[in-house]
């Protein structure tokens, strides 16, 4: 079993910037891929980024350029360093750990709680 706590959600303006965390405890040998989603009020939950434990990282088109994940394995921390905001980003970001890129790509890992990122003037 793993656990999963997300942190770093909060308001921000249109450009500003926003660093979520994820930390993971429990079977964390079990985790060959961590990442994030995001889902808005009355859309479907879409994939935001991953990172194997080899270091691989995919992006959503949407957020190419502007977000960059990356992971302390010392820490079991995944990090998701979001910048140049915009208020189609807003929305709830769940953090999402696999034993596999392919089972996280099915959405069937563990999750967290979700963390609030808005993005408004």
């Known amino acids: 079993q793993v656990q999963l706590v997300e942190s770093g959600g909060g308001l921000v303006q249109p450009g500003g910037s926003l660093r979520l965390s994820c930390a993971a405890s429990g079977s964390i040998f079990s985790i060959n891929a961590m990442g994030w989603c995001r889902q808005a009020p009355g859309k479907q939950r879409e994939v935001v980024a991953i990172i194997t434990s080899g270091g691989t990282t995919t992006y959503a088109d949407a957020v190419k350029g502007r977000f960059t994940i990356s992971r302390d394995n010392a820490k079991n921390t995944v990090y998701l360093q979001m910048n140049s905001l915009k208020p189609e980003d807003t929305a709830i970001y769940y953090c999402?750990?696999?034993?596999?890129?392919?089972?996280?790509?099915?959405?069937?890992?563990?999750w967290g709680q979700g963390t609030q990122v808005t993005v408004s003037s």
């Open positions: 999402q750990a696999a034993p596999s890129f392919s089972a996280w790509y099915r959405l069937s890992g563990s």
